[in-house]
């Protein structure tokens, strides 16, 4: 073909990008174009901390772009109707694009497709955001798994696409209109957050980082939110500055030398990897998990509306240090340790009794590394809803979840400074007078609101 458009959109990079790569094979020119999307503040899905990771995304790429030869293209509207757009203006023959697992992208994808029928050109759509589809890990009726361990146990069995080469000789025609690079203004909004270094050359570093140190002792530490062991690669498979094959032969690679418990930690982090693959999956098989419970059982259940205690859980104010240094670690980072998440759910659920989408949509409007079914998987884990749930009845005490995963208070006193001079024992049981002057009192108390939860449950069960 003589000339195509790679349309960018979770894919953010040059190196191993399935789509870019195919366009950059068989055309002799490619225009690279990325549609920025015209929502305003106020957004229910998202906030300023993604939009401005994605800024920070796109500088690299045009960057990275242009060492290949080629020039990003940067339009705003609706995706469909600029490609189209774009095609009517360059005379392009094809659009070549990743797909989308979840509801939206295949919704945009269905529209393109339309569009490319009614205006005669070609589309071509490859598997990148996962490294098996959907619909390549199902059951022996052909069904989606919705539970993990035999999910888990199909996706090892299957052959893995491996890795691309890096895009390096791009053409991309002259005089061209791009927007400037975008920054927060294009969506009315303002960050005072610390966000990670954006962009594809930061993205491989953390990988090589992780890869030659701390994977060695993921296994053993990665519950501990104050050694800062796990990876920190969410926001770049979410924006695919990193394709999750690059983490995956990684780890395998990594795994050539090294020792048995090594090798067991690297196997610990892939599963992380897999549960992404099958909560990407349950989405793209079961999209109504967005609005419903994923599990029926539950359906009885009764919800409190409380929005002074929402606003606490907000703003790390409850009076629980792990929860309030997890909720502050978000506010200033965008970003939340794992092992924090799952506390501050079942903390929002099961003592506040708020419904789980509340939290599941404050999450998406600060996470850097927001993913809608990685973010609605975690909700519903948490809340005894979802595929492969925690069993209603375990409910996480925060108090024992500090003792076993916080000791010595490492990662509270990080974020909650107020208990910087307070002995961390303190942190792992219920407070009898405030712990610091300007620290409230528990809002609640957990061994009660156990209790009122499991009659809740139990109620709805029946
Ligand atoms: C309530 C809740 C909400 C969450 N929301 C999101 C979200 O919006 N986006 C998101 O990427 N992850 C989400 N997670 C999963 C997990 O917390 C983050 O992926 C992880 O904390 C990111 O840090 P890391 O890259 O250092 O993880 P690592 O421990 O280094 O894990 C490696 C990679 O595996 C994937 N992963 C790890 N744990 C999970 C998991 N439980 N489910 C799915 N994928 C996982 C991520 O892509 C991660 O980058 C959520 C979990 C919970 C409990």
């Known amino acids: 073909m003589r000339r195509v458009i790679h349309w960018f959109r979770r894919d953010l990079r040059i190196t191993d990008n399935t789509a870019l790569w195919h366009a950059s094979t068989d055309a002799e020119e490619v225009i690279p174009a990325y549609i920025l999307s015209t929502w305003k503040k106020g957004h229910r899905w998202t906030g300023p901390n993604r939009q401005e990771f994605l800024c920070g995304c796109l500088e690299s790429l045009s960057r990275n772009l242009k060492a290949a030869g080629g020039r990003l293209i940067l339009r705003t509207g609706d995706p469909v109707q600029e490609l189209e ?7 392009a023959q094809a659009v070549y694009f990743n797909r989308g697992t979840d509801p939206y ?97 930061a993205a491989r570093k953390r990988l090589t980082d992780f890869l030659n140190e701390a994977i060695r002792a993921y296994r053993e530490k990665r519950n501990f939110p104050g050694e800062r062991v796990t990876s920190r690669l969410s926001q770049d498979l979410r924006f695919g500055t ?9 780890c395998l690679a990594a795994s050539k030398e090294a020792s048995v418990t090594v090798c067991q930690s690297i196997n610990s982090y892939v599963n992380e990897l897999v549960w992404r693959e099958f909560y990407m999956q349950i989405l793209a098989h079961f999209p109504a998990v967005l609005e ?24 790390g104010l409850t009076g629980y240090p792990i929860v309030d240094a997890g909720m502050r670690e978000l506010n200033a980072t965008g970003f939340m340790h794992n092992r924090v998440r799952m506390i501050v ?42 595929a492969d749930a925690a ?72």
Request: charged share 25%; net charge neutral.
């Open 292 to 315: 419903n419970d994923f599990s029926d059982e539950f359906s009885a259940l009764r919800w409190d509306e409380n929005d002074s205690y929402f606003e606490s859980w907000c703003h």
């Open 391 to 462: 069993p209603y009845f375990r409910i996480q005490n925060p108090w024992t979840q500090t003792k076993r995963y916080d000791p010595a208070g490492t990662y509270i006193k990080t974020w909650v400074p107020e208990l910087r001079g307070v002995e961390p024992i303190k942190f792992t049981q219920p407070p009898t007078e405030r712990l610091a002057r300007d620290y409230p009192m528990p809002i609640v108390d957990h061994a009660t609101e156990r209790l009122e939860a499991l009659n809740r449950f139990n109620r709805a069960r029946r």
């Open 345 to 386: 759910a079942m903390f929002l659920t099961k003592d506040l009794h708020l419904h789980w989408r509340k939290g599941e949509q404050y999450f998406m409007q600060k996470l850097v590394d927001g993913e809608i079914a990685s973010n609605n998987g975690g909700w519903q884990w948490s809340a005894g809803t979802g």
């Open 105 to 201: 992208s295949i919704q945009v994808q269905q529209q393109l497709q339309k569009t490319s029928e009614k205006h005669h050109f070609q589309i071509f759509g490859y598997k990148d955001t996962t490294i098996l589809d959907p619909d390549e890990v199902l059951n022996q009726e052909g069904r989606p798994f919705r539970v993990f361990t035999p999910y888990a146990r199909t996706w090892h069995q299957k052959e893995k696409p491996s890795v691309l080469p890096i895009v390096r000789a791009l053409q991309t025609p002259a005089a061209l209109y791009s927007l400037p690079l975008p920054t927060l203004e294009h969506w009315g909004l303002i960050s005072k957050t610390r966000i990670i270094e954006p962009g594809e050359e």
């Open 85 to 91: 757009q774009l095609i009517h203006e360059t005379n």
């Open 242 to 250: 990193l394709s999750p094959r690059q983490v995956y032969f990684g």
